[in-house]
Nanobody, 124 residues
Framework: QVQLVESGGGLVQAGGSLTLSCAAS????????MGWFRQAPGKGREFVAA????????RYRDSVTGRFTISRDNAKNTVYLQMNNLKPEDTAVYYC?????????????????WGQGTQVTVSS
């Protein structure tokens, strides 16, 4: 059974930084692309960032490009999301997800396992 456990969320002031981690177990982590999504109150889940199985390809939603960085450590079965210059509109529950394939994907249907989420709150 694949398990994804996110950590690192919290409350931060606008302009601050957080690093989210997602620890994976129960599968060959290095064989799959990974992604981060978020869901704000009253809104649908949206794509944030994705990384291919080797880490050689990454994708970001436009609003986080230049501020967020996705990375992975296959030796530790962990994917990270470094978030800098956070804005109040980044407030959401952040979820990591395991892709069905090795390559990156931006649609939620591209992913088959999801973590429970971690709350990120950015105050103005």
């Amino acid at each position: 059974q694949v398990q994804l456990v996110e950590s690192g969320g919290g409350l931060v002031q606008a302009g601050g930084s957080l690093t989210l981690s997602c620890a994976a177990s129960g599968s060959t982590f290095s064989s799959y692309g990974m992604g981060w999504f978020r869901q704000a109150p009253g809104k649908g889940r949206e794509f944030v960032a994705a990384i291919s199985w080797t880490g050689g390809d990454t994708r970001y939603r436009d609003s986080v490009t230049g501020r967020f960085t996705i990375s992975r450590d296959n030796a530790k079965n962990t994917v990270y999301l470094q978030m800098n210059n956070l804005k109040p509109e980044d407030t959401a529950v952040y979820y990591c997800a395991r892709g069905r394939y090795q390559v990156v994907g931006t649609g939620s249907s591209f992913y088959d396992y999801w973590g429970q989420g971690t709350q990120v709150t950015v105050s103005s």
